[in-house]
């Protein structure tokens, strides 16, 4: 905490630019100057474009941190000006979970779906965790002590399958199960093969709670032979049965251990079934995260104690009330991954060739961006070098206004860069949870140094700019506010501590009163009473909306959206290995820094480098040993960074870890010299809910 707030990469004072976009050069401004420029290329571009041609980034560097939320971005103090001067341009989703939110819904219904909590696991025989990783990706490894508490406490047995031997792996894991990436739905039809043809699968339960498990459970509409039974038997339109074998050939795991493996999991009474954020996140990834959550459903292990629904653990959390930000007169959104294409061809993109929803069309591109906490302009948005040439263009973005405590690589892209302050520096307050809830209530620990400013002061002198201030503060200070909004909070959560008594706690907690989260606990009791969200009420193995989607929408080649879950490849430009890019690649998320925050703190880098882990097989080939300086290249870019040679990863796959800071010379080689992988990531977004296929991506490795 210490070298981030007293980090030479802060940012003291506002700053305009003076080189190219992507260079980091600027000069030191007066607020007055910034907000001055600000007010003024704001309502420019509303005067000229409309407010839709304004557009609010995604960012999560200070989630939560102050006035209630800063994600989603309808809930932030940004959004709440926007509003007060004619709205601006939304999206939806986000980079972590655009797949799995968008495509769960049309199985389950609602808007999010979690599984069972971590703790339950400790009523689990057995736990499968498909790309799955807690102890690395739940900072401060309380999640993996909820683990290692729930196996202990029974004895659960946990098989992990992963392209890495993961954290998880070391502390709890019984048995790692290496696959290739990408390739779950392959191994999630083989495990149901399994199951249908030794008669393993719960009949009464698919009965019950389900449609489109066979034939005889089809909507009417749907075309014969089009069931999830036909399919994996392979009397479906591809007459292609999904055996073990079959499975083999993709997923590169033994035929018999895939047979043990179904074995395994329709015998285990109660069986744990989860999986983490990144089989979803590729170009197929709507349809692996689909096809894992067929196998507590085919073994009826849905809505019990020690169960869960296959999707990601669910959690206990307070909420805390948000800023007011009013209604947006502009109700077109567009998927969070796809404001490049809005900013270079906005006025192209369609509800059915590029998933906006509010609107049918978008009728401007996007020509100011108003950034907040984010490094998603193009350290962990996908092909930086693409984003690069879109960003640097002034013609196309003709205004960026960027606020970031550090000089990021998003922060260089920025016209104007204001300097913000870190949660440490102001009062703040954060609700969130997990297995317990807790909330974070914090004073400053120290003054803010230089020109530095909170946002809800900067934006209020913006707001005055624009004639809104009045509207915009409501007379209100940000503490009155935070304190308005807790007491709103605590009107309809009465067990929570007055202001004044969070404030002096500092950390307040909750156990879980029910002791553990238990997905559809109430539809799995009376499912008539407790119907879910889908058009039938039940759980859509078969999605009519989904057949209708995939016959209307205008999809590219390699675009597969179908109405039950499926294996497809993905794309074959960054899914299928080549003579020139021979091994995949994929990303994963890192102990040394959350995405790329604390990406830029010497010692975390000292003590966690970014390094690309290589199988010792595809090392020798390439004459590469632990700790050389190799490149990672393919058709989007080329990175450098230091080789881990280790048999934690499955040969024929290079994996890298997110979020590290890059460092590259935009106006030259363009070569990447702090490894950060999204310099390998392709734009191109994946077929549904078009999210970052991030993981997506084949390459070659040789010694730099």
């Not at 905490?1 to 000069?27: D, H, S, T």
């Not at 502390?171 to 191994?187: F, H, K, M, N, Q």
């Not at 849905?302 to 930000?325: D, H, K």
């Not at 900013?343 to 993109?349: C, N, P, Q, S």
């Amino acid at each position: 905490m210490r070298q981030r707030i007293y980090a030479e990469q802060r940012i003291p004072y506002p700053l305009r630019r003076v080189g190219n976009r992507g260079e980091g050069k600027f000069e030191r401004i007066s607020w007055e100057e910034a907000f001055k420029e600000i007010g003024q290329k704001l309502r420019g571009t509303i005067d000229t474009y409309g407010n839709e041609a304004v557009y609010l980034n995604y960012g999560t560097g200070a989630l939560g941190s102050t006035m209630g939320k800063s994600w989603p971005p309808a809930a932030t103090p940004v959004a709440r000006l926007m509003n007060l001067v004619g709205g601006y341009l939304n999206h939806y989703s986000d980079y972590s979970t655009c797949q799995i939110t968008v495509g769960m819904p049309y199985l389950y219904g609602g808007s999010w779906v979690d599984g069972n909590s971590l703790s339950d696991m400790e009523n689990s025989e057995l736990a499968v965790f498909f790309g799955n990783n807690p102890s690395e990706t739940r900072m401060s490894g309380c999640k993996a002590k909820t683990l290692q508490h729930a196996r202990f406490t029974r004895n659960t047995r946990v098989i992990i399958i992963d392209p890495r031997y993961t954290d998880s792996m070391v502390s709890v894991g019984d048995e790692w199960i290496p696959i290739r990436p990408g390739t779950d739905a392959a191994l999630s039809a083989a495990l149901a093969y399994v199951m249908i043809t030794e008669d393993l699968i719960d009949k009464p339960f698919l009965a019950k709670y389900t449609i489109g498990y066979d034939e005889e459970s089809l909507p009417k509409g749907a075309p014969a032979g089009s069931s999830y039974k036909s399919y994996i038997l392979g009397q479906g339109p591809d007459k292609t049965p999904k055996t073990p074998a079959w499975a083999s050939r993709i997923t590169g795991i033994p035929p018999a251990r895939i047979e043990k493996l179904a074995r395994e999991i329709a015998g285990a009474r109660p069986c744990f079934i989860c999986q983490g954020w990144g089989p979803q996140r590729r170009s197929n990834g709507e349809l692996n995260c689909w096809s894992i959550m067929m196998l507590p459903l085919l073994t009826g292990q849905v809505g019990l104690p020690g169960t869960s629904n296959g999707c990601r653990e669910g959690s206990y959390s307070i909420s805390l009330q948000s800023l007011p930000a009013g209604d947006n007169p502009i109700k077109a959104k567009i998927p969070v991954f796809l404001f490049t294409e809005a900013i270079d061809h906005g006025t192209e993109m369609t509800a059915l060739n590029s998933a906006v929803t509010g609107a049918d069309k978008l009728n401007q591109n996007i020509k100011c961006m108003l950034n907040y906490a984010g490094n998603c302009l193009t350290n962990q948005h996908g092909d930086i070098n693409y984003a690069h040439d879109i960003l640097a263009d002034e013609s196309k973005c003709e205004f960026i206004v960027v606020w970031e405590t550090a000089m990021t690589d998003s922060a260089k892209y920025a016209d104007i860069l204001l300097p913000d302050l870190f949660r440490f520096e102001q009062v703040s307050q954060i609700g969130t949870g997990g297995d317990n809830a807790y909330m974070i209530s914090g004073q400053p620990c120290t003054t803010p140094k230089f020109e530095r400013k909170t946002l809800y002061d900067a934006l209020t002198l913006i707001a005055d700019k624009m004639g809104v201030k009045e509207q915009f503060t409501e007379g209100k200070t940000q503490e009155e506010w935070i304190k308005e909004l807790y007491e709103k909070t605590r009107e309809k959560d009465t067990e929570l501590p007055t202001y004044d008594e969070a404030m002096e706690m500092g950390v307040y907690t909750r156990k879980n009163p029910k002791g553990a989260t238990i997905a559809f606990e109430a539809f799995r009791n009376d499912p008539a009473a407790n119907p879910l969200d889908t058009p039938t009420g039940k759980i859509e193995i078969y999605s009519e909306t989904l057949a209708g989607i995939a016959a209307t929408w205008e999809l590219g080649e390699e675009d597969l959206i179908s109405p039950i879950p499926v294996y497809t490849h993905g794309f074959t430009e960054t899914d299928v290995p080549t003579d020139e890019f021979p091994l995949r690649c994929s990303g994963f998320h890192y102990r040394g820094r959350t995405h790329s925050s604390w990406g830029g703190i010497e010692l975390l880098k000292e003590v966690n480098p970014q390094e690309a882990w290589i199988n010792p097989a595809d090392a020798k080939e390439r004459s590469i040993k632990q700790g050389d300086k190799i490149r990672v290249k393919n058709a989007f870019g080329e990175i450098e960074l230091l080789a881990k040679v280790t048999p934690r990863v499955v040969p024929g796959t290079v994996c890298i870890s997110q979020g590290a800071w890059h460092d590259a010379d935009m106006y030259g080689d363009r070569v990447d010299k702090g490894g950060c992988i999204n310099t390998l990531t392709t734009h191109r977004p994946s077929p549904l809910a078009k999210g970052n296929p991030q993981h997506s991506n084949i390459c070659q490795v040789t010694k730099a």
